[in-house]
């Protein structure tokens, strides 16, 4: 990481098309306190059906846990979250339906340890989609290939390196057709030298056109994959811009004092 | 040898009423003990508290009170009519089902917690998470406790044989109240529970090898 804040813009040639402009998700309002620690304030934001937008911020920020309200693992104090029009529902079936159409990858992957890595990209598919078996499959196959993990079907998750497990977790979560795709630092948990294979999974689902909501600390990846950048500092909103805009010309100050820290070394 | 020999149909007799109890308690504990902990992990407050009270009632009553609550005090309230061993079954797999319970809830909070959540962001519903990639790990987790629970259940059935229950502890009382040396009807009788055990042991052994999972 050797640009500084002020260096023209690299040229974004892996750009996806440019939004519709029509949203997909919407948070209006948002609030959530865990305890006395405020850690969600007036959080506005809207993501456009296509649009890739990644979460950037200082730890503690709040970032982690806007990602994880847009599909109710936590819950909002006050506010109002929707998705393709429809409001988040209460805990129950209603949510459940809502939340096959969220993909979520979390930080520590999260596969199922006692299933086959084939069978944890069918799980969904089968018991929450009513697929049958052999269309499931073919669907998980055909995914763990697009990701490159096609020769780790039969084999479980422990297994696997972090980087395999991560790419497994992406096909698992792009099984059950997605309306939008939520990654909660999906690279965090990484080797160094695995980063990238997962990082260019997330490129190629980007250049596909899926609306992403990435929470990230992969500056690299915000500039050559994002169509907006999202910057958060306790709790809030602070600055949000074009990829190019922000890392050239970030307008807080807490986004200068950010940038400084974090790409000069 | 002796008393083997000639009072073999007696113990065997004996032998199947012990294996009978056990395994109908055994299963009843099991069935009850998956419901007990899936109570207790529920998002439903009601079903938490109702889990609480039957693992908190049954974990501390002595299982011989339990016995004579069964025989003498349910069947005039609840069941009249029921036979001894129904009774006996009841009060054997209840009481164990409160311990398998607990085995299974220990074995969920092992299960980390990402893995309920990567099931609910699939968009499966609490009871489909819980029964598809929570129990299933729980279970294994819970195996080595379960199967002392059921070698102690084995031992714990030969209450039932002083309750007009036949099993191989009620052979024992009749042989030795017929005169036969006392010594010798307690080693065969306490070969007999061995035998059962060490198969049950054998048996716990043998799924816990085939069902590790690597974490």
């Known amino acids: ?265 | 040898m002796h008393v083997l020999l000639d009072n073999f149909a007696l113990f065997r007799h004996g032998f199947v009423g012990t294996l009978l109890l056990t395994s109908v308690s055994a299963a009843l504990s099991l069935a009850l003990g998956v419901l007990v902990a899936a109570c207790r992990v529920s998002p439903v407050p009601a079903l938490r508290i109702l889990a609480t009270v039957w693992v908190t009632l049954l974990r501390n009553t002595p299982v011989t009170l339990l016995f004579l609550v069964a025989v003498f005090a349910a069947p005039r309230i609840l069941f009249p009519g029921t036979s001894h061993f129904a009774l006996a079954v009841g009060a054997l797999g209840c009481y164990t089902s409160a311990f398998v319970g607990e085995a299974l809830r220990r074995g969920v909070d092992s299960v980390p917690l990402g893995q309920a959540e990567a099931a609910r962001s699939l968009g499966m519903t609490f009871p489909q998470t819980l029964r598809l990639v929570v129990l299933p790990q729980a279970g294994r987790t819970a195996l080595a406790p379960i199967g002392s629970l059921m070698v102690a259940l084995t031992k714990n059935s030969a209450i039932a044989g002083s309750f007009d229950v036949t099993d191989l502890f009620a052979e024992q009382r009749r042989l030795s109240a017929t005169g036969h040396d006392v010594l010798e009807v307690f080693v065969w009788i306490a070969l007999a529970y061995l035998l059962i055990t060490f198969v049950i042991s054998e048996l716990f052994q043998l799924l816990e090898h085939r069902l590790a999972v690597a974490r």
């Open chain 1, 1 to 265: 990481m050797s640009d500084s804040p002020v260096s023209p813009a690299s040229p974004r040639s892996e750009r996806a098309v440019p939004p519709s402009g029509e949203p997909l998700v919407v948070l209006d309002g948002v609030n959530k306190h865990f305890g006395a620690l405020h850690v969600l304030r007036d959080i506005d934001l809207t993501v456009a059906r296509g649009e890739v937008v990644v979460v950037i911020g200082p730890s503690g920020s709040g970032k982690s846990t806007l990602c994880r309200t847009i599909n109710r693992l936590e819950t909002i104090d006050s506010g109002a979250i929707s998705i393709d029009g429809r409001p988040l529902p209460q805990e129950g079936r209603e949510l459940a339906r809502l939340r096959a159409d969220v993909g979520m990858v979390f930080q520590s992957f999260n596969l199922f340890t006692h299933k086959t890595v084939l069978e944890n990209v069918t799980l969904g598919q089968i018991k929450v989609r009513k697929s049958p078996r052999e269309t499931a499959e073919r669907t998980a196959r055909s995914l763990l290939d697009r990701v490159g993990v096609s020769g780790q079907a039969d084999k479980y998750p422990a297994q696997l390196s972090g980087g395999q497990q991560q790419r497994v977790a992406i096909a698992r979560a792009l099984a059950m057709e997605p309306k939008v795709m939520l990654f909660d630092e999906p690279t965090s948990a990484l080797d160094p030298e695995m980063i990238n294979e997962v990082l260019e999974v997330m490129r190629q689902l980007a250049r596909d056109g899926m609306t992403m909501v990435v929470v990230t600390h992969e500056m690299g990846f915000a500039r050559s994959a994002a169509h907006r950048v999202v910057f958060m500092a306790d709790g809030r909103i602070v600055e949000q811009a074009p990829p190019d805009r922000f890392f050239s010309s970030p307008r807080s100050e807490r986004a200068k004092d950010f940038l400084s820290k974090i790409l000069h070394h």
